[in-house]
């Protein structure tokens, strides 16, 4: 530093970072637009500042940020960039030492210490300096370049320190050795570590020739790109280190005969893993290749779960998560019982079908836990891909295996419990058939060998347990409702309902809502005043929302410190929920001419519907309302022709439908209604019209009618029986040939309600119409859409 020059005892500091500055070090900084206000100051003043290197992790605003021990430097040149910021050429001049903190805003300004090195001149520094000379000189014809004015400079100095200062930069080293040279204030100490790390680094360069030479005389001059590779092969065997790339196929090749696949699979791995040996590393089909292999291994070939084949101790877990559902639970304790005999059964592939909240995905973990399987749940609700099925061919960018690949892969077992959830809701466009592409998953004769496009290799999935669910089947292609076995889940009744609450939905809410410390009773009066009056539905989904909401108030009322409430009644219920949202008491409505109760099938369950008729003068006209599809208007008109032919019979006029129009309406126009099993219904609404006798409001019928009066068996009796119950119906009409359904209804649930079976319409008119006739005369048909509606927002069907 030139004698001249004075460092002031106040500089503001600037933070470098990945950078220490040595004295006589020339170099460029770029600065931010919010740094050039320190710059400009300092080029004010006598253009001097300190240049210091920030701690790891640091950001520079305060003293304790940075190395102690640094260098001021002078700002020998600026230039300015559009953007606000610039770049600087500095100088560093001499080591200081940061003392304390002026002051951090604008900018930081510390108190420094000018640091005095010794002078260490003698025969030992000189001894050293022509060494270190010696050394560069040696580096350079081993083709480390130094710049020529540095090496002028070099020759010209005799100074231990400033020539230890010029070859470390020289070095290029780690930002933690350039620190530690810089707070070494000796300089013969400094030039001593200097020289060991110049001694280092013209080894490193004498090995790497002879290196380089041994490879050339053995491959020649023309493999650049191998010589390229062996270099570094044979300069990590000197050094000791390992290729990463060679350690990654390593990996590879111990992964592939740890994997158990089999022998087919394991060619083609292997086959991909030589290839993937001559790719070079930079191109993009090194990453596709090794992709590839990366899932070769990691799908579970032979990796499976223990299945818990003890009968009574599945039996138990399945109870303790759900309530009734014998069904269900037999098929999984027969399929546990054929797993006991013989140990290479093949998964079962079962369907479940019921209204929403029945519990139909819950059950796939619970029959996975009683089994001791992983259990994996995918939603097929709006797939329209078939590759979101069976993956993506490898020649696509970003191409994956299909979903089933990747979830096996995920739970490391091949034979999980694998639900496909609401299979009757899956989409179809340009990008294939979905449900098509399932065929193969599902058909036990096929799925031993399911190829995946993305694997391009079988993989056996007989040993998975595949559940799918449904709310409807109407959907689900033939084909691949053929390759399931249906179990329908009906909806539950109010005594299940109870039962369920009780066990499973109150303890759960009062743990969610955190009352668990606050003795909380519901009353079995307050749960039916819920199922009754508040959630009119097949499952228990609004019930646990409800209940939710009554628990969710008393954590309100603790936590306001409020006094909260011990005992749910029916009265409270009404006064934490509000008023009543259904009614059920049909039975107390007035009995009226040409309105009939009637009985549908929903995706939500069973439901009441009402069929209204009336009649005015008009020119033989039947209108049908209320958004009725096409089956349902076909069995409004064959209604009417069976009225027509047997209207002797019914104590009718022959020419009734000469001079007047007939309306037929099922309330609830904005939604749909089709289906066949409204025939009697409607043709019981005509008679009773056309003859003036009114209709017990307390009895309610499904049937389809023939045009010779005959009944046909309609589906879906449980769901009806348990809606005519909720809605306060006492007497239901049946076919006569749907008796046997009734075995799959408890008992309970008949004692309280009367279920009679009709085999003609003649049966049907005598328990359904009063016998005491009103006038004939121009019969009035009042509104019978009072208290009980339809509830659900699906298509009501047979």
């Not at 076909?634 to 309306?663: K, N, P, Y």
């Not at 279920?755 to 016998?771: C, I, N, P, T, Y």
Request: hydrophobic letters at 40%; glycine letters at 8%.
């Amino acid at each position: 530093m030139p004698p001249h020059v004075l460092i002031p005892e106040i500089l503001p500091v600037y933070p470098l970072r990945d950078l220490a500055v040595f004295p006589h070090m020339v170099f460029p900084v770029f600065i931010s637009a919010d740094a050039m206000t320190m710059i400009d100051d300092v080029m004010l003043g006598d253009q001097l500042l300190v240049m210091a290197t920030c701690l790891k992790n640091n950001s520079g605003r305060r003293l304790a940020d940075f190395s102690p021990v640094t260098t001021v430097c002078r700002i020998n040149q600026v230039f300015r960039f559009p953007d606000g910021g610039g770049k600087i050429v500095a100088e560093g001049l001499r080591r200081i030492r940061l003392l304390d903190e002026v002051r951090f805003q604008p900018y930081l300004t510390a108190r420094v210490e000018v640091l005095h090195e010794p002078d260490r001149r003698g025969l030992v520094a000189e001894a050293l300096v022509q060494s270190v000379n010696a050394l560069l000189k040696i580096s350079m014809a081993y083709g480390r370049p130094l710049p020529g004015d540095v090496l002028k400079m070099i020759d010209k100095i005799d100074d231990p320190g400033t020539l230890a200062d010029l070859v470390a930069v020289y070095l290029r080293l780690d930002l933690n050795t350039q620190q530690r040279l810089l707070g070494t204030l000796d300089p013969l100490d400094r030039l001593k570590d200097v020289y060991l790390l110049l001694t280092t680094e013209v080894q490193k360069l004498q090995v790497r020739g002879e290196v380089q030479s041994e490879v050339v005389k053995r491959l020649g001059r023309t493999q650049k790109e191998y010589l390229l590779r062996e270099q570094m092969k044979e300069i990590q065997e000197e050094l000791g280190d390992v290729d990463p790339r060679q350690n990654e196929l390593n990996e590879f090749k111990k992964r592939i005969a740890d994997s158990g696949m089999p022998g087919h699979v394991r060619e083609v791995a292997e086959k991909e893993l030589a290839r993937l040996e001559r790719i070079n590393s930079a191109s993009p089909e090194y990453t596709v290749s090794r992709t590839y292999i990366e899932y070769l291994c990691n799908v579970p070939w032979s990796s499976k779960t223990e299945d818990v084949l003890d009968i009574g101790l599945a039996g138990q877990v399945l109870n303790e998560d759900h309530y009734n559902l014998k069904d269900v639970k037999e098929r999984i304790l027969e399929y546990l019982a054929v797993r006991s005999l013989k140990a290479t059964t093949k998964g079962p592939i079962l369907c479940f079908v019921g209204p929403p909240g029945v519990g139909k995905t819950s059950l796939g973990r619970s029959i996975a836990r009683a089994m001791g399987r992983k259990f994996i749940r995918m939603s097929l609700g709006g797939i329209k891909d078939e590759a979101e099925i069976r993956g993506h061919r490898r020649t696509y960018i970003g191409a994956l295996p299909g979903r089933i690949i990747q979830e096996i892969c995920r739970v490391k077992a091949n034979n999980p419990v694998f639900m496909l959830d609401e299979v009757d809701k899956i989409g179809q466009d340009f990008r294939g058939d979905p449900a098509s592409a399932l065929l193969e998953v599902l058909d036990p004769e096929q799925n031993d060998s399911f190829a995946d496009h993305y694997l391009d290799v079988p993989f056996d999935l007989s040993a998975v347990m595949f559940i799918t669910t449904a709310n409807v089947m109407d959907p689900v292609p033939h084909a691949l409702r053929d390759r399931m076995e249906v179990i329908p889940l009906s909806g539950y009744s109010d005594e299940e309902k109870l039962q369920i609450a009780f066990r499973f939905l109150i303890p759960k809410q009062v743990e969610e809502n955190g009352l668990d410390g606050h003795p909380l009773l519901f009353e079995e009066g307050a749960i039916l005043s819920i199922i009754k009056n508040y959630s009119r539905e097949a499952g228990v989904r609004s019930l646990e929302r409800l209940i939710a909401s009554i628990c969710r108030k008393v954590a309100k009322t603790l936590a306001q410190k409020q006094a909260s409430l011990t005992r749910v009644t029916p009265d409270e219920v009404e006064k934490l929920l509000g008023p009543r949202r259904y009614f059920s008491d049909v039975a107390a409505e007035e009995d009226r001419v040409g309105v009939v109760t009637g009985l549908a099938w929903t995706e939500a369950g069973g439901d009441i519907i009402f069929v209204e008729a009336a009649r005015m003068s008009g020119k033989k006209d039947l209108s049908l309302t209320g958004s009725l599809g096409d089956v349902m208007q076909e069995s409004a008109r064959a209604a009417l022709s069976f009225v027509r032919s047997h209207a002797a019979d019914f104590g009718v006029a022959d020419d009734f439908f000469d001079d007047s129009d007939i309306h037929i309406h099922v309330p609830s126009g904005a939604i749909p209604k089709d289906g066949p099993s409204a025939g009697i219904t409607i043709a019981t609404a005509l008679i009773s019209l056309l003859s003036g006798r009114p209709v017990r409001r307390d009895v309610a019928m499904t049937g389809e009618l023939t045009l010779s009066g005959r009944i046909l068996p309609i589906g879906g009796v449980k769901e009806k029986v348990l809606a005519a119950r909720r809605a306060g119906v006492s007497t239901i009409l049946l076919p006569e040939r749907n008796r046997e359904n009734l075995q799959d209804i408890d008992e309970s649930i008949l004692a309280s309600i009367k279920v009679q079976f009709v085999d003609s319409m003649q049966d049907v008119l005598r328990k359904a119409l009063l016998s005491a006739p009103r006038s004939q005369t121009n019969p009035s048909v009042e509104s019978a859409w009072g208290s009980c509606r339809m509830r659900t927002e699906g298509w009501p069907r047979e």
